[in-house]
């Protein structure tokens, strides 16, 4: 017999541009505040959704303790059975590439360019349809990503920091297509610094991403502290959070972090 986790819905949808998804929400067993719950957009659904909507049941009932207040998760992810659907995500997560020389397609079997229009598909049509179904706070959206999740968190931020008010980038691929982040992290500093309202953004890591290739964690961490140095220069528009998280890996830093991303969500701050 399957074991289903109460408060729990799956529906499947399909973009203006034809492309499906699996989407999975978790609804507080509380009464909604008037102005409906925050909402927290986790990209990876198939793989992180479970984890988060326990997560966020459990410590949500001792609010005053955890931190974070009843909120609604919504894991968006892909038909199949698969944790992962490579091919779907990294054309949802990444922009066009500006770079081909650098063998990061073939490393990840990548087929970038679909990003903006991703992030279309979340605020124009998933976010309408959501607020359809169930009380949500329209003026409390969160979206938090891990790897080239994190990658895309951090591409929306850049770009459309308004779409969401808080972000989580966790384990971010900033390496990606030659560090192109960086460069338009350090290009929107002007819009960001005057971003009104602010957003929240929390940005983490480990410094031993990957254990067994010393080069590719040096990567990741060097990365995130360049992107940790270039935000800083814009208190006024972005507040951020920056963790490193010592003995944790690639696969587990979504996992641990995911108390702090649902505190933000919920609008808590520490």
Do not use: C
Not at 197 to 226: F, I, K, T
């Amino acid at each position: 017999m399957a074991v289903t986790l109460p408060g729990t819905y799956e529906f499947a949808m399909q973009s203006a541009q034809g492309k499906d998804y699996k989407i999975f929400v978790a609804v507080p067993e509380s009464k909604p505040p008037a102005e409906g719950f925050p909402v927290l957009y986790l990209l990876d659904g198939n793989a992180y959704f479970i984890a988060a909507a326990s997560a966020m049941k459990e410590q949500s009932t001792f609010a005053a303790i955890s931190g974070i207040q009843p909120l609604i998760v919504v894991g968006v992810g892909y038909p199949g059975q698969y944790s992962l659907n490579r091919e779907r995500r990294s054309f949802d997560f990444l922009p066009p590439a500006s770079s081909t020389g650098t063998g990061q397609f073939a490393a990840l079997g990548a087929s970038p360019g679909g990003a903006d229009t991703f992030l279309d598909f979340l605020v124009n049509e998933l976010r309408p349809a959501l607020a359809a179904r169930y009380p949500i706070d329209l003026s409390r959206q969160s979206l938090a990503g891990h790897s080239l999740g994190g990658y895309f968190a951090l591409h929306a931020l850049l770009h459309r920091p308004a779409a969401f008010n808080s972000y989580a980038a966790i384990s971010p691929s900033i390496w990606w297509d030659d560090a192109r982040l960086l460069k338009e992290a350090q290009a929107q500093l002007p819009s960001l610094t005057n971003a009104k309202p602010a957003v929240d953004l929390l940005l983490a890591v480990s410094p031993q991403e990957m254990s067994a290739y010393p080069d590719r964690s040096a990567m990741m961490l060097s990365g995130a502290r360049n992107m940790q140095a270039i935000l800083a220069s814009a208190p006024q528009g972005v507040r951020m959070q920056y963790q490193e998280l010592p003995g944790e890996n690639h696969i587990s830093t979504n996992l641990v972090a995911m108390s702090a991303i649902l505190r933000q969500a919920s609008g808590h701050r520490r």
